[in-house]
């Protein structure tokens, strides 16, 4: 379907517009602010950002497959300039979500954003047409982009949101207008930007700020800033607040889940009326809890007496975001839980766990854990690395690890504390590539998490 037409852009743009030069037959089937981007039919915005003025790539994109662009020079043809293409951006956005009668989630919080999103577009494609932000375009450029790619005829609109500033989300939350508001949980992440977390927890409450009248909040109970967040949604006078969590408590509670394969669980969702048996095509215990997110999504949204979750049998784990990989190398086996993505502490946490637990259940030799630097820390960096290194030591835990391996600067500081664990540390991914398949044996399983700039990827790839 097209998303946008010669007539809806000038609506969209009216009060934007100075001058436009566009072919009356024009059919747009992409938004792009990326020229690099192999497009069809694209519309391509000139933005002037911080670094880079796509003004300069107006060649490029074309060549790429571009058809129009909204700019701020005016052109030999096919364009419309406007006063502030950065503003158009939000224009077309605010027309997008205004045509739609979809239902829209947005989604939000310092883990599992982007594992729950793609879960509950999973689970939702057998309701109806459903569009989800495309990898991690959850900053204020990337949700106005996300929802100028929104189809008007999608049943359901899912948009991640993402920030590392107070009053980052509260725009975007007010753009998007969702009927669901998602916070996945609040933990220390970004947090060089912050006072403390509990600033983190009023940064992600912002997503409460474009609800609908009738809208719902879903947050997470066993998050320390349950209270807080449930006070800043009765503030805006927001009545329907449910939760989800391991609480007994929750309005939708993990009960219990059985891991009986590499990828393949069963999960015993409790609410307060029913009991909900479903399976889940991962044995990592962050995405089945994320999965209990989707119960209660589906249960407030589609107000149905049995929903629909088969298709969360056919989920997969992203690269970097828990995807599981067997690699042979040498006459070595060695199964790679990679996590290389982005960390934080909770996420190390639960990752560690995950891989003693897939160690068990599979049977195999060892477990050898490699951690690179949380980044975006400011002064809490050092607590915050020294938090991971009594997760290390803890006794039940370091009875169950074989080896540890810290690649950076401050997760070499931590070794000293590992007792007795052996350890081999690293200043960058580069001199820890040179040296994995030396470390790693047959039969292991190697867990790999760090924040992005670490790099992490060039250790996979070299057993790969």
Same mark, same amino acid.
């Given at each position: ?52 003025? =796509? ?93 100028? &790619? ?47 977390? #509990? ?27 349950? &209270? ?16 989800? =969590? ?210 992490? #990827? ?7």
């Amino acid at each position: 379907m097209t998303l946008w037409t010669k007539i809806e852009l000038l609506e969209a743009l009216a009060d934007e517009i100075l001058e436009y030069q566009i072919p009356d037959n024009l059919e747009i089937d992409e938004v792009l602010i990326d020229s690099r981007k192999i497009t069809k039919n694209g519309l391509f915005i000139a933005i002037r950002g911080e670094n880079n003025d =796509g003004h300069k790539f107006l060649t490029q994109t074309f060549e790429n497959g571009s058809i129009l662009a909204i700019v701020e020079e005016t052109q030999q043809k096919n364009f419309i300039k406007v006063k502030d293409s950065f503003l158009a951006l939000y224009k077309l956005a605010e027309f997008s979500r205004n045509r739609s009668k979809a239902k829209i989630i947005a989604i939000t919080g310092s883990v599992g954003k982007t594992s729950t999103k793609e879960l509950l577009k999973l689970a939702l494609e057998n309701y109806g047409k459903t569009f989800a932000t495309i990898g991690n375009l959850n900053n204020h450029f990337g949700v106005p982009l996300s929802l100028c &790619n929104f189809s008007k005829d999608c049943d359901f609109g899912i948009f991640e949101m993402g920030m590392n500033h107070l009053n980052e989300i509260t725009p975007l939350s007010k753009l998007a207008k969702p009927h669901l508001a998602i916070i996945t949980n609040v933990a220390p992440v970004h947090i060089e930007f912050f006072k403390n977390e #509990e600033e983190i927890a009023l940064a992600k409450s912002e997503i409460f700020a474009g609800l609908t009248s009738d809208g719902i909040v879903l947050i997470n109970k066993d998050n320390q800033h349950f &209270n807080f967040l449930e006070a800043q949604a009765q503030k805006l006078n927001i009545k329907n607040i449910f939760s989800f =969590g391991e609480n007994s408590k929750s309005d939708y509670c993990l009960k219990e889940f059985i891991i009986d394969g590499i990828s393949h669980s069963k999960i015993l969702v409790k609410t307060k009326n029913d009991e909900i048996k479903y399976q889940i095509s991962t044995s990592n215990k962050a995405n089945i809890f994320n999965s209990v997110i989707i119960v209660g999504a589906l249960s407030l949204l589609l107000k149905e007496p049995k929903i629909n979750l088969e298709n969360l049998n056919n989920f997969k784990e992203k690269s970097g975001r828990g995807e599981i990989l067997e690699v042979n190398f040498n006459n070595k086996k060695v199964t790679i839980i990679d996590d290389s993505y982005n960390a934080s502490l909770p996420s190390i946490s639960s990752g560690i766990d995950y891989a003693i637990s897939l160690k068990k259940s599979l049977n195999k030799k060892r477990v050898v854990i490699l951690l690179g630097d949380m980044l975006e820390l400011g002064e809490k960096s050092v607590a915050l690395h020294e938090e991971v290194s009594k997760k290390l030591a803890t006794n039940n835990i370091a009875n169950d690890i074989d080896f540890v391996i810290l690649v950076g600067e401050e997760m070499s500081k931590i070794s000293n504390k590992l007792n007795s664990i052996s350890y081999q540390t690293f200043k960058n991914s580069e001199l820890a590539s040179n040296e994995i398949e030396n470390i790693v044996e047959d039969n292991d399983v190697l867990y790999v998490k760090g924040s992005r700039g670490m790099k992490l #990827e060039k250790i996979i790839n070299k057993l790969k």
